[in-house]
């Protein structure tokens, strides 16, 4: 593999950056030099922000240089083990449609499809968690199929419901918090996949699986409900 780029962001952090490309190989490298800093830290780092290709990682620079910094982080990247952390699968629920699937009869339109092949098409597929950004829990996906990648929207809507189920471009995406967006909308999964109430305020780690299933509206109040008491309403996978 060649040795990543070190680029400068501000004076106080570092982007190594493993690729110009999305590829699941490059953040799988970004995913194991964050989990390699966190096991073995370097003095100085105070933050690391793994991204889809490329390791944010700020330092106090009166503790340790760049320059200094940089060099250690290729010769870290050189001795990576991509598959050194177990893998997980969420099993997600989504009421597809809906008040919050604010897009899918129109996508089964465009696409000349039904409703009900769109789902199964969404829902057949595994997604990997790239990574978790825009806001607190925001799991930005690849492995959308191609039939539906979609532009987003020419104007993104003010406000959208928490919890969405959306695809965008080539990506798909999990939200936690309702926000503005310009992404085209399925459903939306009762799991808060942020929670700051929870002794583990985040359920998503990049280089998590996510797989969907559909569920009824009688099925989504019930796990609304056990979401209100903090439970976590996804059933989380151990892969090899």
């Not at 780029?5 to 799988?28: M, R, T, Y």
């Not at 191609?146 to 939200?175: D, N």
């Not at 700051?196 to 796990?223: K, M």
Request: overall charge negative; hydrophobic content about 40%.
């Amino acid at each position: 593999m060649p040795d990543p780029k070190i680029l400068a962001a501000g004076d106080q952090a570092l982007v190594v950056e493993f690729s110009s490309v999305i590829d699941p190989e490059d953040n799988a490298r970004v995913i194991a030099l964050d989990e390699e800093l966190r096991l073995r830290p370097v003095e100085g780092v105070v933050e690391t922000v793994p991204t889809y290709r490329s390791l944010l990682v700020c330092y106090d620079p009166e503790r340790i240089r760049g320059a200094e910094l940089g060099a250690l982080l290729v010769a870290r990247s050189r001795t990576l083990s991509a598959d050194a952390r177990s893998r997980r699968r969420w099993h997600v629920p989504v009421l597809y449609g809906h008040e919050a699937g604010l897009d899918l009869e129109a996508m089964a339109q465009m696409k000349g499809l039904s409703t009900d092949e769109i789902i199964a098409i969404h829902s057949g597929a595994t997604y990997r968690v790239y990574m978790i950004g825009f806001s607190p829990g925001y799991a930005y996906l690849g492995g959308l199929p191609e039939i539906l990648h979609t532009p987003r929207l020419k104007a993104p809507r003010q406000l959208t419901a928490a919890g969405g189920i959306a695809v965008g471009g080539m990506q798909a995406c999990v939200g936690a918090l309702a926000s503005p967006s310009g992404w085209r909308f399925l459903g939306r999964t009762p799991l808060r996949s942020f929670d700051p109430q929870r002794a583990t305020p985040f359920v998503f780690e990049a280089g998590d699986e996510i797989r969907f299933h559909a569920i009824d509206p009688a099925e989504a109040a019930r796990l609304d409900r056990l979401t209100e008491k903090g439970e976590i309403c996804a059933e989380l996978e151990h892969l090899a």
